[in-house]
């Protein structure tokens, strides 16, 4: 096999370390926020998390997170649904809403020439929102709309499945969007309810990348959040994990199969994290290179793509993993995800693959803070994640110290294949 | 669109703009097209070449031949072992991936800025330089065969939008889906693939564009070096492909499948492209989608259909005129429940017909200018972005002064110009009208899906 040329410049050094200047604001007000200034461009990207999101609902209010969160850009303050889309657009201002499992995300993009008029039509947003009961009734509508196209998505119902299976009585067992039933039941007192207890200055995670200074968002912080509830409902306990090994199988007319599959993760937190996430890029990471898009699609064609996820939500940690076979591959498939899950375990890796898989790890990491856009969201996240600010400059090194022994200890720690269950939504053959 | 990998590129309108980024053009002696775009904040470069040839360009009886190259151009060269070139560039921290169109095919890298050098060498060497085996071959159709499973046999609805187009182009290939007829798919052999490859991948069909943290100056020397030495193909010839004759008959489908959840209503109706030397009717196009479908709340279709009338629960409008020949222009309504589709469709020409009649509210089309505006200036935070907006429009033959003017002739568009383009193209004799609607769930019934099932052998 020639590998010549190429593969010799393997021994190049690593690109320059990321030089992201992050600054911690605190407003005159008490709130606190991360900061990368850059005026390079007359724009800030701004980024808003409220710990909690979906999984704060009670079990026959299922879905009521996010019909409130759907529902706070159509209208506010003296503005109707109408009104306040005009308002935004004429200001050339983007915001978007966006309920989680775990959070409450905002994100908003406003022009520097215009940025007090954007920030007090997004304080409207999240303070002040009208809750029109046609404009509720009307989003429900098409919640209800997607609810039923998730009845018939493959995807959906395989990991809706394995949620269910795993889950219990946790929140996390069933879908943040509801129910059909649950969501036709909502009332506005329920929107209004839910807008109080997950929208609260106890539980917010702000930052902010672009052409403002620190004093600015300063005051922007206290202007915008200021006048939120101090504190929201509480947030649920640990998930149990009540997933047994093996094959569920749900019938679906496709002339695919679509897997989706898992195990018990690690926690964030765990001195193993680096280890495990290294070995799962290795095995399931998304890109071609890794051993199941190796295995399963370069080498025998079963699938168009399957990637391995470690997963860490705030009250359950998991690893995942999702593909596509025809019906009469997808048993083969599955054959050989196992098999692999078994491999990493028992042969190892070669000290080859994992410094190619940790030069790829630092390398690519600095490549991700190429917009005002993507640094606010990694900003907000580390916050979500407890990360100190220095984890920027420390990440890399975190990667690179992991030895052979590391990944031999946590392979066999992390990765078992007998506790495996794959939920098959389609019409399988020989399964 | 479709990638090697990932998740299927919607239509959305969006409303492009160029950027104030230092933009630098020249051309090599081989005739290579290199673009340079400039982006000093972050130590990142994109490296992205785009062939002038797609899927409308294929043999005909060979559907997916441009997409199924596209697979295969990652096997490897003399110089680069089989399957080994993404394990390259990840292994440097970059990440590498490709896509084809009906107009143009292109392969990116995204890695740190001091290693352009490396992956210019690669993207020049895999030009002519291809390696395939018979097996090679044969494993990548079978991931070609699923991918057509996943994305569209999978999807009533991306089934209904591959029918539609086959019955929207009369004559033209862009009838034809990128991903290929299944039973056409199935055939492509390896001879096929390097037929095509050698005659369309050369300097003279390509542009190269670089954009981030690079110097223009440094960029001309390491194209010089790395393409500058390649052979031209004497087979690149001007794209002269079969034109639509004039379409005098409405055309109308019903695609019934047990797993369509809510009902819809799909247009198209046929549409000029941006030319090269005229793009203003193509500007008046992407402002009247915006203007009838583009917003939620404000649109004309949003306003009438979901608030006032109350008989649809999303509503949309789209075109994307970037394109060598005849695009499209599309209407999309999901009735509320207890509306049916021919309600629906009912009042969507009603409200159609309005608009043609009144014209377009100003104060709509003022806010459009604005956010055409300032989307000059959000673009300039993307340069991925702006590259592809290059070399998409290079790709298509437009000019580098039509691609940075694109701006200016959205902000140009008048009241009259929309009204004058949407007389023209909202015309149902050059449209096709889908309907995508359940189906009893019922084994002896041959649903379209079924129809379409594998027989995939290994």
Known sequence: MIRAVFAAVLALTLPAQAEIPIKEVTSPGGITAWLVEDHNIPFTALEIQFRGGTSLEAPDKRGVVNLMTATLEEGAGELDSRGFAEARDALAASFSFDAGTDSVGVSAQFLTENRDQAIDLLRKALIEPRFDQAAVDRVREQVLSNLRSNEKDPGTIASERFDLLAFGDHPYASSGDGTVDTVTALTRDDVVAAHKSALARDRVFVAAAGDITAEELGHLLDKLLGDLPATGSPLPGAAPWLLAPGVTVQDFPSPQSTVFFGQKGIPRDDPDFFPAFILNEMLGGGRFTARLMTEVREKRGLTYGIGTYIVNRDHADMLLGQFSASNDKVAEAIKVVKAEWDRIVSEGVTPEELEATKTYLTGSYPLRFDGNGPIASILVGMQMDGMPMDYVTTRNSKVEAVTMDDIKRVAARLFKAADLHFVVVGQPEAL | ?458
């Open chain 2, 1 to 458: 669109m479709l990638g090697r990998l990932g998740a299927a590129v919607l239509l959305t309108l969006t409303l492009p703009a160029l950027a104030e980024e230092p933009v630098t053009t020249f051309t090599l002696d081989n005739g290579l097209n290199v673009v340079v775009i400039e982006d000093h904040r972050a130590p990142v470069v994109v490296q992205m070449i785009w062939y002038r040839v797609g899927a409308a360009d294929e043999p005909r009886g060979h559907s997916g031949i441009a997409h199924f190259l596209e697979h295969l151009m990652f096997k490897g060269t003399e110089k680069v072992a089989p399957n080994a070139f993404s394990g390259i560039v990840e292994a440097q921290g970059g990440d590498d991936n490709a896509f084809t169109s009906w107009d143009y095919t292109a392969y990116f890298q995204r890695i740190a800025a001091d290693r352009l050098d490396l992956v210019m060498e690669m993207e020049a060497d895999r030009m002519r330089n291809l390696r395939l085996t018979e097996e090679d071959v044969d494993t990548e159709r079978q991931v070609i065969l699923e991918e057509r499973a996943q994305r569209t046999d999978s999807d009533p609805g991306a089934l209904l939008m591959e029918q539609m187009r086959a019955a929207q182009f009369l004559n033209h290939p862009y009838g034809i889906p990128i991903i290929g007829w299944r039973h056409e798919m199935e055939e492509l052999s390896r001879q096929d693939a390097l037929d095509y490859y050698q005659r369309f991948y050369a300097p003279n069909n390509a542009t190269l564009v670089i954009a981030g943290d690079v110097e223009p100056e440094a960029v001309r020397a390491l194209a010089e070096q790395h393409y500058g030495p390649l052979k031209p193909s004497d087979a690149i010839v001007p794209r002269d492909r079969a034109q639509e004759p004039p379409q005098l008959a409405e055309r109308r489908l019903v695609l019934a499948d047990e797993r369509v959840s809510d009902p819809y209503v799909f247009r198209t109706y046929i549409a000029p492209e941006r030319d090269p030397g005229n793009q203003a009717e193509a500007a008046a196009l992407t402002v009247l989608a915006e203007l009838l479908g583009g917003n939620g709340q404000t649109s004309v279709l949003a306003r009438a259909l979901q608030f006032d009338a109350q008989v649809a629960v999303y509503t949309s409008a789209f075109y994307s005129g970037t394109s060598i020949d005849d695009a499209t222009f599309g209407l999309a309504v999901i009735p509320a429940p207890g509306v049916t589709l021919e309600a629906a469709e009912a009042e969507l020409d009603r409200v159609l017909a309005e608009f043609l009649e009144n014209g377009p509210d100003l104060a709509a089309l003022e806010r459009i200018r604005t956010q055409v505006r300032a989307g000059e200036i959000y673009a300039r935070d993307d340069v991925e972005a702006l590259a592809r907006r290059y070399g998409e429009g290079f790709s298509v033959g437009l000019t580098l002064a039509e691609i940075e003017g694109w701006d200016e002739a959205l902000s140009a568009v008048t009241e009259a110009d929309i009204l004058a383009a949407a007389r023209k193209v909202l015309d149902r004799r050059n449209a096709v009208t889908g309907w995508l609607t359940q189906a009893e769930a019922a084994p002896a019934e041959v649903t379209p899906a079924a129809a379409a099932a594998p027989e995939v052998q290994e």
